[in-house]
């Protein structure tokens, strides 16, 4: 039997290079989509690198038609590539919403809507990385929220359209991860145990997703550390 395909955007770095790696163990072909994909430093025949900046969504569907082009089915699309902005919404600059805006919620629709037909002949499954701020009120993270919840919100939408034809349709709804994430953000989590996820545990837990029996789906799945500790690394001003 021919190899299950998924693409995975955001594979270079944190939860997405994880769970690429555990998805190449599983024996998928893997092709992962980011602006600079050899940047995670997993090399393998079954791994297809494709480089596309996200956050234009006229290169998100150029994108999506050369892999329509290459591919005639998908098993799993993860729409995990995301970036964060955060501070007071009025200090905020209009490129970096434009940009967040873009990458963790235009592309995942566009990527959604132009590979359906691909995950539709598979009976595929689309996992969209959301995260906790989908969840409850995140102030100094209005807009990233806003866009979580957006993606949070568009996925049991979908789930409802897309189920008649076997489609299955998740948000992962993590808290604080260990990943670069946050090497440009003045906080970050604790580096205490219990105090937050590893990129590895969530590829874990992606992987308990698709393996579910056949007519049972995980709509939506919310993990949290067992402790809330945040360090901030300077002074507010
Ligand atoms: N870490 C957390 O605490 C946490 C919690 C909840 C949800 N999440 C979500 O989880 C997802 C993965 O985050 P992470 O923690 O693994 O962060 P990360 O280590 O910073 O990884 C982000 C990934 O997104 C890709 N990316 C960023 N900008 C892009 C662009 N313009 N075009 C294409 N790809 C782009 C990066 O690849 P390139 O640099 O190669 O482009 C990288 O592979 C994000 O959606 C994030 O919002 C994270």
């Keep these: 039997m021919d190899k299950k ?21 599983e024996g998928y072909f893997v092709i992962a989509v980011s602006r600079k994909p050899e940047r995670g430093g997993v090399t ?39 970036a964060g902005f955060f501070g ?10 434009t940009c967040m805006v873009n990458l963790n919620l235009t592309a995942p629709l ?8 691909l995950l539709r002949k598979a009976k595929g499954h689309i996992i969209n990385i959301s995260s906790i701020t989908a969840k409850r009120p995140s102030p100094m993270g209005s807009a ?3 866009t979580k919840a957006g993606l949070l919100h568009f996925s049991n939408c ?14 992962l709804c993590p808290d604080m991860t260990m990943t670069p994430f946050f090497d440009k953000l003045d906080f970050a989590p604790a580096a ?15 992987m308990f997703i698709v393996k579910q029996p056949p007519g049972s789906v ?16 300077k002074q507010e001003s």
Excluded: W
Aim: hydrophobic residues 45%.
């Design 5 to 25: 395909t998924a693409l995975v955007t955001g594979a270079s770095s944190g939860i997405g290079q994880a769970l690429a790696k555990s998805l190449l163990k």
């Design 44 to 82: 393998n025949a079954d791994l297809l690198p494709l480089r596309c900046d996200l956050s234009r969504p006229e290169m998100v569907t150029k994108c999506a038609g050369n892999i329509r082009g290459r591919f005639d089915r998908l098993d799993l699309l993860v729409n995990n590539a995301g």
């Design 88 to 97: 007071l919404h009025e200090g905020l600059d209009p490129a970096d919403v």
């Design 110 to 117: 566009i990527f959604t809507s132009r590979l359906l037909p």
């Design 144 to 146: 990233y929220a806003a």
């Design 158 to 171: 979908l789930f409802d359209e897309v189920r008649k034809n076997g489609v299955k349709v998740t948000a």
């Design 192 to 206: 205490e145990e219990g105090a937050f996820l590893t990129p590895e545990l969530i590829a874990e837990s992606v």
């Design 218 to 233: 995980v709509t939506e799945l919310v993990l949290r550390p067992q402790l809330h500790r945040l360090i901030r690394k």
